[in-house]
């Protein structure tokens, strides 16, 4: 099976609110949520990777730091391992360039978007993290 290794973003704002981002019916899994990064690409550092991926698709300017979360999925017919990182916003605001939608959402009411199968352990855990 196909394994790829996925960096994505952790990102709070000063209200504790979690960035959430909609995946647009022109991606692969259209229209689930997930925390917004891509695929580490081969002999790329993944905090390198995250920033570029975020300058991408959100086109604002992060500084990668801690990983959160490390976790494989197995779709059916490829492997994600998901690598899930806390970030910091250096410049610019997040606007959503290739995702459907962008959302700042409480951890509280994370579980209430339809995640991205690969993210749930994640959210889970961001979700009994303390502030
Ligand atoms: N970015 C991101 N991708 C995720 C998450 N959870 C999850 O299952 N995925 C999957 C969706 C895609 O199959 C894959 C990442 O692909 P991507 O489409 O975001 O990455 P990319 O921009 O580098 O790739 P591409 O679509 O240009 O081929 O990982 C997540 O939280 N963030």
């Known amino acids: 099976m196909k394994k ?3 960096v994505a973003a952790i990102l709070e704002n000063e209200q504790e609110e979690v960035l959430c981002a909609l995946r647009s019916n022109e991606m692969s899994l259209p229209n689930m949520w ?5 695929k580490v690409e081969e ?3 993944m905090r390198t990777a995250l920033e570029r991926e975020i300058q991408e698709e ?3 300017q992060i500084k990668a730091g801690t990983i959160f979360h490390d976790h494989t999925h197995e779709y059916e017919s490829f ?11 250096v410049r610019g605001v997040p606007t959503a360039k290739e995702h ?7 951890k509280d009411y994370l579980l209430s978007l339809q995640w ?3 993210d749930l352990p994640a959210v889970e855990r961001l979700m009994d993290a303390p502030s």
């Open 4 to 6: 790829i290794t996925v």
């Open 34 to 38: 997930e925390f917004p990064g891509g």
């Open 43 to 45: 002999g790329e550092d």
């Open 58 to 60: 959100l086109s604002c």
């Open 79 to 89: 492997a994600v391992r998901l690598i899930a990182l806390k970030v910091d916003l």
């Open 100 to 106: 459907a939608k962008l959302l700042w959402l409480p």
């Open 116 to 118: 991205a199968p690969a």
